[in-house]
């Protein structure tokens, strides 16, 4: 049977599970319901997380929201990046959405993803097409903000090396 330090513990790591992955900002009773706790016991964890920085709470009317720091989730993707991933293998993932990025221009005849959305009202372009544009578009855009994560990365082993620092993905 688990001890009570085990089940506060699987609780906690369900409920920072469901409210990390919110695409915009919930209610205690919203993500409760998602990680299978009561909205009280929820609200208490919620609240833990917010004292801890890993979420922020936005107030709608007399109703309070959390949602994941993106400042924060943004640092530590950038500091699990460099940890796991040699300073090559960051470079060799940043040409190869490059390169996809190329690949949309090309392919639909646009500069951004924007003007790929825009095209979907374009004459001849079939339901199943715009569907596809959409899709792409939103990959295009998550494209750009990894290449940009990944260029702050390769910036970022260079600033430790010029510190003297280890570089934790680097093998010497």
């Given at each position: 049977?688990?001890?009570?330090?085990?089940?506060?513990?699987?609780?906690?790591?369900?409920?920072?599970?469901?409210?990390?992955?919110?695409s915009?900002?919930?209610?205690?009773?919203?993500?409760?319901?998602?990680?299978?706790?009561?909205?009280?016991?929820?609200?208490?964890?919620?609240?833990?997380?917010?004292?801890?920085?890993?979420?922020?709470?936005?107030?709608?009317?007399?109703?309070?929201?959390?949602?994941?720091?993106?400042?924060?989730?943004?640092?530590?993707?950038?500091?699990?990046?460099?940890?796991?991933?040699?300073?090559?293998?960051?470079?060799?993932?940043?040409?190869?959405?490059?390169?996809?990025?190329?690949?949309?221009?090309?392919?639909?005849?646009?500069?951004?993803?924007?003007?790929?959305?825009?095209?979907?009202?374009?004459?001849?372009?079939?339901?199943?097409d715009?569907?596809?544009?959409?899709?792409?578009?939103?990959?295009?855009?998550?494209?750009?903000?990894?290449?940009?994560?990944?260029?702050?990365?390769?910036?970022?082993?260079?600033?430790l090396?010029?510190?003297?620092?280890?570089?934790?993905?680097?093998?010497?």
């Open positions: 049977m688990p001890s009570s330090s085990d089940a506060h513990a699987a609780k906690l790591t369900r409920l920072r599970d469901v409210a990390m992955t919110v915009e900002p919930r209610n205690a009773g919203e993500i409760a319901e998602a990680a299978e706790l009561s909205p009280n016991t929820a609200r208490k964890y919620l609240d833990q997380l917010v004292e801890t920085g890993i979420l922020e709470t936005v107030d709608v009317g007399r109703e309070t929201r959390y949602t994941p720091d993106r400042k924060r989730q943004y640092l530590d993707q950038l500091r699990e990046s460099i940890e796991t991933y040699s300073k090559d293998a960051l470079a060799n993932e940043l040409d190869a959405i490059r390169d996809d990025i190329n690949d949309y221009r090309l392919t639909y005849d646009v500069e951004t993803p924007d003007e790929l959305r825009a095209s979907v009202g374009d004459d001849g372009v079939d339901a199943a715009r569907e596809q544009r959409i899709r792409d578009a939103e990959d295009w855009t998550y494209f750009e903000r990894r290449a940009t994560m990944l260029q702050e990365a390769i910036t970022l082993y260079d600033s090396d010029a510190t003297g620092r280890d570089c934790p993905g680097v093998s010497a």
